[in-house]
C-alpha cells in the first residue's frame, strides 16, 4: 500500500469514522460537506486515488458503495448484543475477527453473526453458528434476514403481508 496523503487521510479517517459511528459508509455528498468540497465530484476524485492506493474498494452502482480494504485484512468482525438504536458494527459491539475472505460470499459478507437458539434449525441454522451477513435495505419476501426487532437482533425469513 502507497502511502496516503494528508487530505486522502483525512477523507480515509472520515470513511472509518463514518462507518464505525453508522454501520454504513458516507454518501459522496456528505463527504464532499462534512470535508468543505465544492461538490460530490471532488469527493469522487479523493476515493479514487484512495481506491488506486489499494486502501479502499468502490462499489459502482451504488451511493454508498465504499468498502475499506485495510478493515478486511483483520478478517471479518463477528458482532456480539446490540442495543436498540446503536449501529451494529459500532466498536463497542464487535467481539472479535475471524480470518475470512469477505468474498467467498455472494453477495461480499460485511461482519459475522453468532445465532443463539434454535428457532432456525429447520433451514439448517444451528444455536452457536455464525452467519456471514451482508448489509443492505433491499429485501425480498421469502429471505432470511437479520433484523432489529425493540432491542434484540434476530435472524427470521421475512413475510411480508398487506400493504
Not at 454518501?27 to 465544492?38: H, N, V
Not at 488506486?52 to 458503495?65: D, L, P, T
Not at 458482532?79 to 463497542?92: D, F, N, W
Request: glycine share 8%; proline share 4%.
Amino acid at each position: 500500500m502507497k502511502a496516503l496523503t494528508a487530505r486522502q487521510q483525512e477523507v480515509f479517517d472520515l470513511i472509518r469514522d463514518h462507518i464505525s459511528q453508522t454501520g454504513m459508509p458516507p454518501t459522496r455528498a456528505e463527504i464532499a460537506q462534512r470535508l468543505g468540497f465544492r461538490s460530490p465530484n471532488a469527493a469522487e476524485e479523493h476515493l479514487k486515488a484512495l481506491a488506486r492506493k489499494g486502501v479502499i474498494e468502490i462499489v459502482s452502482g451504488a451511493s454508498r458503495g465504499i468498502r475499506l480494504l485495510q478493515e478486511e485484512e483483520e478478517g471479518l468482525p463477528l458482532v456480539g448484543r446490540v442495543a436498540a438504536g446503536e449501529p451494529l458494527l459500532a466498536q463497542q459491539h464487535i467481539e472479535g475477527h475471524y480470518q475470512v475472505d469477505p468474498s467467498l460470499f455472494k453477495p461480499n459478507a460485511d461482519f459475522l453473526l453468532r445465532v443463539s437458539g434454535m428457532s432456525m434449525k429447520d433451514i439448517g441454522i444451528m444455536d452457536g453458528d455464525l452467519l456471514a451477513v451482508h448489509k443492505t435495505q433491499d429485501v425480498r419476501n421469502g429471505q432470511v434476514v437479520v433484523a432489529r426487532i425493540d432491542d434484540e437482533v434476530t435472524v427470521k425469513r421475512l413475510k411480508k403481508t398487506g400493504q
